[in-house]
């Protein structure tokens, strides 16, 4: 009898196995909204693993550091016996607390990251059905210029170019399945999704125009916020604290100038980031109004379209092309929706502002 039993549940337990990967991807292949992408990036993300494991360490070492040099008093003056262990402690803890603003930017940053390839998948099925739909259009003229060049009323050359053009769309949708799946895998190495995994995304982003005062004052905002700027400017302060410990007093002041220097090109640098960002969130709102008009036009072109073809007075050619010309506006429009937030999150990112979505903390 336990033999029996024993069996049974072997049995059991391979069936089992072999069912659990069929339900790890179904879950895999359900939806995905944006905040969900978020989330499970924020704690499933190996770099920010790996900045955490460090973080760990840099806090145990310290704390040795710390014990040590508590036995050690601070010189006012160059002493060599103990110049060395100060000046690596105070390297050390402006290292560790460097390190825990950069595991901060890189979790701000990686919302941004996320948001990047969620559109891109947004915009690449889109690319795909509108290469599905570019197919058909040159399948139907493929078929025509046949016709035509049967019965006389077209030429070879004017055949072959027809068949050059379908032979591009067959090419382009097979670019689009590329590009696709190389997004999800993009941006299931930011959530630690499976590479294989191809969840439905369930969220659109809409058009929300991003109040700043002006460029100095977003400018000031960042310059007085941002991580990198913060970082270099503890940099240039370390090295100027540690250069009474140096054996060489001059290459103390040398290096003092150095980070100094690196300090002020980190602010010019931001500045050059943050003018760019602002100048292209202003562009982008005026094309934002000039492309919603061109998609208004071209739905009422689409919809006459529609209505003559049911009266017989429009081909079924001419309604797939007033409908592929309508797409192709959408999608500019939604194309520039996403660029316009992505350049706001980040700009949001390099002012020191807080993009983590309240429930993916």
């Known amino acids: 009898m336990p033999r029996r039993f024993l069996a049974a549940m072997l049995a059991l337990l391979l069936i089992l196995s072999a069912f659990a990967p069929a339900a790890v991807a179904a879950e895999e292949n ?24 460090n973080l760990d360490k840099t806090d145990e070492q310290l704390g040795d550091m710390r014990d040590s040099i508590d036995k050690v008093p601070a010189p006012n003056i160059y002493v060599p016996e103990i110049a060395s262990v100060w000046a690596g402690y105070l390297s050390a803890e402006t290292s560790a ?7 901060e930017n890189m979790r701000q940053q990686l919302v941004v990251d996320v948001k990047e390839q969620y559109y891109n998948i947004l915009s690449g099925k889109r690319d795909l059905s509108q290469a599905e739909k570019d197919l058909r259009v040159a ?18 050359a004017e055949l072959l170019g027809v068949e050059t053009a379908m032979q591009g769309a067959l090419a382009s949708l097979t670019a689009a399945q590329n590009t696709l799946d190389q997004s999800y895998t993009y941006l299931a190495v930011l959530t ?15 058009f929300e125009k991003e109040d700043f005062v002006s460029l100095e004052a977003v400018t000031a905002k960042a310059l007085s916020r941002n991580y990198m700027v913060w970082a270099a400017e503890r940099t240039a302060a370390l090295a100027e604290r540690v250069e009474m410990y140096t054996d060489n007093y001059n290459l103390g002041l040398i290096n003092t100038d150095i980070k ?17 960002l602002y100048q292209s969130l202003q562009i982008l709102e005026e094309n934002n109004a000039v492309l919603e008009q061109k998609a208004s036009a071209l739905e009422e072109t689409l919809r006459v379209t529609r209505l003559m ?23 500019e429009l939604r194309q520039l929706v996403y660029e316009y937030d992505l350049a706001k999150s980040q700009l949001l990112v390099v002012t020191g502002a807080d993009v983590i979505p309240e429930n993916s903390i």
Do not use: C, F, H, W
């Not at 017989?312 to 797939?320: D, H, I, N, P, Y």
């Open 30 to 53: 359900d939806t995905l909204s944006l905040e969900e992408a978020i989330t499970r990036a924020l704690k499933q993300n190996r770099e920010i693993k790996v900045q955490k494991l």
């Open 97 to 103: 607390r460097i390190a825990k603003k950069t595991l």
């Open 139 to 156: 399948q139907i003229k493929l078929a025509q210029a046949r016709v035509k060049k049967q019965i006389g009323i077209s030429t070879q």
């Open 192 to 206: 630690g999704m499976s590479d294989v995994a191809r969840p439905e995304l369930v969220d659109e982003v809409v």
């Open 260 to 276: 100094e220097i690196e300090a002020s090109d980190a602010r010019e640098q931001l500045k050059q980031q943050v003018k760019k």
């Open 309 to 331: 073809r049911e009266v017989g007075m429009a081909t079924e050619l001419q309604e797939l092309e007033a409908e592929q010309s309508y797409n192709v506006a959408l999608d």
